[in-house]
């Protein structure tokens, strides 16, 4: 069994930072891409950043140059730093990695979601 515990999240002004942790724990044999995603009231769950497991980053245009995505492969953990926050990056931030287990077999798993709110 896996599961992927996020960390992080909270009430912020306009301009100000957050960073989210998720930490991957369980039967984990290796992990593949990781990657946030939010979802506004409303809205459909849309990718926010990926990193490979070399570490290569992808971004959705509105968070480009504001968010950075990273990893500690040894603490299967990855990490969102959030600057510059807007009140539209308001979301509840999921966490999302391709994980295989001791059985072989790769699966998506997520995270339980963690609330961001930007506002004054």
């Known amino acids: 069994q896996v599961q992927l515990v996020e960390s992080g999240g909270g009430l912020v002004q306009p301009g100000g930072s957050l960073r989210l942790s998720c930490a991957a724990s369980?039967?984990?044999?290796?992990?593949?891409?990781m990657g946030w995603y939010r979802q506004a009231p409303g809205k459909q769950r849309a990718l926010v950043a990926g990193?490979?497991?070399?570490?290569?980053?992808n971004y959705a245009d509105s968070v480009k140059g504001r968010f950075t995505i990273s990893r500690d492969n040894a603490k299967n953990t990855v990490y969102l730093q959030m600057n510059s926050l807007k009140p539209e990056d308001t979301a509840v931030y999921y966490c999302?990695?391709?994980?295989?287990?001791?059985?072989?077999?790769?699966?998506?798993?997520w995270g339980q979601g963690t609330q961001v709110t930007v506002s004054s």
């Open positions: 990193i490979s497991s070399t570490s290569i980053t």
């Open positions: 369980g039967n984990i044999f290796s992990i593949a891409a």
């Open positions: 999302n990695a391709n994980i295989m287990t001791s059985t072989l077999y790769r699966t998506d798993y």
